[in-house]
């Protein structure tokens, strides 16, 4: 089944470019401009958004923002097709949360190997997350004696527990659904997501979804 990518562009003309480029390896749908985005992406979640960012009606950046807020759509990749290119420009994009910044006028095939690199990423760590998740545990003594008493095995200095509860953090679980799922107290939960957070000044679970999401090794 194709991937399915949303293409956000208020030119109508150059929305249909970018269209003709991609439809050929993907589901895309389209939308002009960041408030006919939202509907869209309330309706049906894209596994990949290609956005330009400057728009009439709000711009890229507040697309992303309103997405990455959403705990339901923060972890989509986002492509940056957009005139701006100035390092600066650049940099806000990527501080922005964007998995890519592309600039126009565009290549076809930089665009296409760009949107499969990023799909093929996030394949691999959802396989990732999904062999972690599937570990077996069956009491809370068990998780805490892992934690405990086995050293991290990993360069991100997590303990094998702390990177299964990532792992369902990643997965969009709440703390009661990880606690169920690994037969632990939502408190064990809480306690583990704030050593997580503890150990690499994170402030948020976003932090944690884009760490397993973008692994060092990536």
């Not at 949360?97 to 093929?120: C, H, M, Q, S, W």
């Not at 998740?133 to 991290?152: F, G, H, Q, T």
């Amino acid at each position: 089944m194709k991937k399915r990518l949303l293409v956000v562009e208020d030119d109508q003309r150059l929305l249909e470019a970018i269209a003709a480029c991609l439809e050929y390896d993907f589901d895309v749908m389209t939308a002009r401009g960041v408030a006919a985005a939202l509907v869209s992406i309330a309706e049906t979640i894209p596994d990949l958004i290609v956005s330009d960012v400057v728009m009439p009606g709000g711009d890229g950046y507040s697309l992303v923002a309103r997405l990455r807020q959403n705990p339901r759509t923060d972890v989509i990749p986002i492509v940056f097709l957009t005139a701006k290119d100035q390092r600066r420009d650049r940099l806000s994009g990527i501080r922005a949360g964007v998995d890519a910044y592309l600039t126009k006028p565009f290549e076809p095939e930089e665009l296409i190997a760009t949107v499969n690199n990023i799909l093929r990423r996030v394949s691999r760590t959802h396989t990732r997350v999904a062999l972690a998740a599937s570990a077996p545990i069956s009491k809370e003594n068990e998780l805490a004696a892992d934690s405990a008493n086995n050293p991290p095995h990993t360069d991100d200095n997590l303990s094998r527990a702390e990177e299964r509860v990532a792992a369902l953090v990643a997965e969009g679980l709440s703390n009661k659904q990880i606690a169920s799922r690994l037969e632990i107290s939502v408190r064990t939960v809480e306690s583990h997501i704030s050593h997580i957070l503890s150990k690499h000044n994170w402030s948020s679970r976003v932090d944690i979804v884009r760490h397993v999401m973008h692994p060092p090794d990536s």
